[in-house]
Structures are given as C-alpha cells and as structure tokens.
C-alpha cells in the first residue's frame, strides 16, 4: 500500500485509481461495505483500490481543544486499510486550503486533477466541501461534467441499528467491547509504542507494558481481558492477558493511560509496537486498602481474563 498526502504532487502510478471517501475512523463494518463496493468499481475498470481521507480529522482541525474522539491513529487505520487489501491510501492534509475550498473547487482541484481519480465511493450522508454545502447529487453531477464515475453506499444496519463510529464510541464508553466489536468487524484496537512506567506492577508481580491513549476516544476506565499483538522486535507475535485502563486511582495518578499484562510473558517490550485487541471488561477501577488486596483482585482478574480467553 502506497500514502499520499499531497494532491499536488502525484506520480502516474498513483493517479486513475477507483477510491471510497471518508474518515473511516475504526474502519467498522460499514466503513468496510463502502471498500467492497469500491473494490468491485476498481476491478470492473482495472484501476486500483483507494482511500481518501484526512488528517488531521477536519473535526480536530475546527476544534483542536474539543475532547479526543478518535477511535484509532492514522497508523491504526493505515495498518488496518492495508490488511483490507488497499492500495494507494490518500491521507491528504486538511489545512487552511483545503478546508475552503468549495464543492466544485474539491471535485476539479482534488478528485479530477489532482489525483486523477477514475470512479469515487461515498456514504449516502457524505458532504464536501466549505460548510459541508455539497450532497451527494451534487457529486455525481460533477463527476458526469469532470469525467469520474460516483456510487453511492447505502448506510450498513446491524441488528437494526445504524453502524456508525458514535454508536461504537457509546459502546466503548458503557464498557461494552463486544458489541463495539459486533459493529466493528474486528476487536476494538488500541496501537501504539510502549513508554517507560514507574515500574510498579513489575514490583506488584505483574510486569505490565504501558501505553499512551492521548488522543484517543477513552473506552470506560477499568479492567478488560485482552488479546494483545506485538507488531516488531524480538518478541514479535500474538500473546493473551489483562489491562487496566485509567489513572491508577490507587497510586493518585491522573493522566489516562493502558497498562498491560502479558500472560506466561517474559522480554523487555520498551519501544516495540504493541496492538491491545479489548475483549471484555471486567471492572471498574478501585482504590484498594492495602497492596495485599489489590494483588489479590489483580490475580483474580488474570483468572478471569484467562477464562474468557480460552473460550474465544
């Protein structure tokens, strides 16, 4: 899979593909129907498999200091748009310019001359353009004057509820992983690098990798059997265990962050790429009388975890 972020400057080979548009944040099951409509365009014309979105998400670019809802990084959807087979990502930068640019502006600047792009895919609530002021008729009739094909998703419902990344946020939210994952397609994933801790769980008897979550939509503070993905280093594979997600009320911290345990583990993971895969929550965060208590409760989480994982 090829990136490209600039519409300005694209080279032959990555010009003419057939591309769905849209943020995919969480790349969930609808996100997923659009790519297999998009799919079958760009088989039927011979051209390659796109993506374009944004980055920033133009939600953070109009309201940087809003609380964080993003359920994945860009490298999250990247890894995960690569699996679904895409290959040219066009992650463009949303900036000053980009954001006033009008409907017909984005259709002739960005889709036709910019990145050539033979045939688009959008969800039927799409909008473009300065205050979202273009439909999705307004896109297929640019795309019949431009030169580009347009198809138009139906929105995906499961179990009669729209699939959508604010129903799968709610879920999160409420400590339901599960039925995230049911709209999702796959378990909810946290990725990121493993950063230096205060050591205490590896004194507690239980090592944990500790990650941060800063930018990220928060799931529900507490404990979650997890299935957990070491993406580089020696260690590179899938493992099981238990996370605790919060601000470790017991030790007066306050900055969120993921810790986790990696059952029959034993290795340095500082610096290496971990994707912690939420399985099932738990409980919530308590602050415990003593460390023997909170040891106790910390093995029988581990007990837990390890039950619901074996029955996977």
């Given at each position: ?63 940087p200091k809003a609380p964080a809802f993003r359920l994945m990084s860009r490298e999250a959807r990247a890894h995960r748009l690569e699996k679904l087979g895409i290959e040219r990502l066009y992650e ?49 009739r640019f795309g019949t004057e431009m030169g580009f094909g347009v198809t138009i998703a139906e929105l995906l419902k499961g179990n009669g509820i729209e699939v959508s990344s604010t129903a799968i ?144």
């Amino acid at each position: 899979m090829r990136i490209i972020r600039d519409y300005t400057y694209v080279t032959d080979d990555d010009r003419g593909a057939a591309a769905a548009i849209g943020n995919f944040d969480g790349v969930h099951l609808g996100h997923q129907s659009v790519i297999d409509l998009t799919r079958r365009e760009a088989d039927r014309i011979g051209a390659p498999l796109g993506i374009m979105t944004f980055e920033p998400h133009p939600r953070e670019f109009f309201a940087p200091k809003a609380p964080a809802f993003r359920l994945m990084s860009r490298e999250a959807r990247a890894h995960r748009l690569e699996k679904l087979g895409i290959e040219r990502l066009y992650e463009l930068n949303f900036n000053t310019t980009l954001s006033s640019f009008t409907p017909q502006d984005f259709a002739s600047a960005v889709i036709r001359d910019g990145l050539g792009l033979k045939h688009v895919v959008v969800g039927s609530d799409f909008c473009f353009g300065k205050g979202r002021a273009g439909s999705v008729e307004d896109l297929k009739r640019f795309g019949t004057e431009m030169g580009f094909g347009v198809t138009i998703a139906e929105l995906l419902k499961g179990n009669g509820i729209e699939v959508s990344s604010t129903a799968i946020r709610n879920a999160l939210s409420d400590g339901r992983p599960r039925d995230a994952a049911a709209m999702l397609g796959h378990w909810h994933r946290i990725e990121g690098r493993v950063i230096g801790g205060d050591q205490r769980g590896r004194e507690l008897g239980f090592p944990t990798a500790n990650m941060s979550i800063e930018g990220l939509h928060p799931p529900k503070f507490g404990v979650y059997a997890v299935l957990v993905d070491v993406l580089d280093g020696p260690h590179k594979g899938s493992y099981r265990g238990a996370a605790s997600m919060g601000v470790r009320p017991m030790f007066g911290e306050n900055k969120p962050n993921l810790e986790t345990y990696l059952f029959d583990f034993k290795g340095d993971l500082y610096g290496t790429s971990l994707s912690i895969g939420l399985v099932d929550y738990l409980r919530p965060e308590e602050k415990f009388d003593s460390l023997d208590a909170l040891i106790n409760q910390m093995n029988a989480d581990c007990d837990r975890a390890r039950a619901i994982l074996d029955a996977l």
